[in-house]
C-alpha cells in the first residue's frame, strides 16, 4: 500500500466561519496504479493534492505514505519526504526561466546530496528519455509549452520517487502537446510508476485505469478499467 488515507477531513476558516473541503475521505492507493482524480471546481481536488504532497496536514484523520503516518512525522522528514519520494507535475510547469533544461532537472538532486557528476548524468537521462536530448542547454523561454513539461516530468522523476502528483498536466498545453504528455504518463505507468493525476476533464480522466470523482468534498464513486469493475459506485465501507 502506497497511499493510505483513513477518515480525512480539511477544513478552512474564514474569518468566523469554517468552511469544510474535505468530509471523511477513505482512500487506498497501491504501489504501481495509474490513478485519476476528477471533479469540478470547489470539489476538494486541490485540497486532496496539497494533502497527498505532504504540503497541507488534514484538519482530522490520517495520511499513511508508504508505511509513514505524515501527521506525525518532523517537518524536516516531510521535507525530505517531498523531496525523495514525491515528484510533483504543476499545470504551469514551474521551471526555473534562467536556468537550462539540464539546470531544472539538475535540482532536485542537489537538493538531494547527489554528487555533481551523477546529478549531470541523470539528467541527461531523464531528458534523453523524454525527447529533450537536443534541448539540453536551452532555457525556458526557448522552449515550447509541451518541451517545458516534459522538463518538468523529466524533474519530477528525478530522485525515482514512489509517487508522481500531477495537477492538471495539460491544462496548459495545446491538444497534441497535450496527448504526447499522456502517452508519456501511460509509458510510466506500464513501467511501474505510481501516478495520481488531478483534472476535471472526463476524457482525460480516462487515460488511467482507475477514476475516482470528488463532489463537495467527499469520494461519490470510484471506477476502474476492469470492466467487472467499472462503473462501482462506492461502497457504505468508503464513505
Known amino acids: 500500500m502506497l497511499i493510505d488515507l483513513r477518515a480525512v477531513t480539511k477544513t478552512y476558516q474564514a474569518g468566523h466561519v469554517a468552511v469544510p473541503a474535505l468530509k471523511g ?12 482524480i476528477i471533479g469540478q471546481s470547489g470539489s476538494g481536488k486541490t485540497t486532496l493534492l496539497d494533502i497527498l504532497g505532504c504540503l497541507s496536514h488534514p484538519t482530522s484523520g490520517e495520511y499513511w505514505l508508504d508505511g509513514e503516518n505524515t501527521n506525525v512525522i518532523s517537518e524536516s522528514r516531510l521535507t525530505t519526504i517531498r523531496n525523495q519520494k514525491i515528484g510533483f507535475v504543476f499545470q504551469t510547469f514551474h521551471l526555473l526561466p534562467r536556468k537550462t533544461a539540464l539546470d531544472n532537472v539538475q535540482l532536485p538532486l542537489m537538493y538531494a546530496g547527489v554528487p555533481r557528476v551523477s546529478q ?17 542547454l536551452h532555457y525556458s523561454n526557448q522552449l515550447s ?17 514512489a509517487l508522481l502528483l500531477a495537477d492538471e498536466p495539460t491544462g496548459n498545453l495545446d491538444t497534441q ?15 511501474g510508476q505510481t501516478i495520481v493525476m488531478i483534472t476535471h476533464d472526463p476524457s482525460i480522466a480516462q487515460r488511467a485505469n482507475r477514476r475516482i470523482t470528488l463532489s463537495d468534498g467527499q469520494v461519490v464513486a470510484d471506477e476502474t478499467s476492469d470492466l467487472s469493475a467499472s462503473a462501482r459506485p462506492i461502497s457504505s465501507e468508503q464513505t
Open 25 to 36: 475521505i477513505d482512500l487506498r492507493i497501491h504501489h504501481g496504479e495509474f490513478v485519476a
Open 145 to 161: 509549452g509541451g518541451q517545458q513539461q516534459r522538463v518538468a516530468i523529466a524533474r519530477a522523476l528525478a530522485n525515482h520517487p
Open 177 to 191: 502537446s497535450g496527448k504526447d504528455i499522456l502517452d508519456m504518463f501511460e509509458t510510466l505507468h506500464r513501467d
Open 120 to 136: 549531470h548524468r541523470r539528467a541527461q537521462e531523464l531528458l534523453t528519455m523524454v525527447g529533450l536530448q537536443d534541448r539540453l
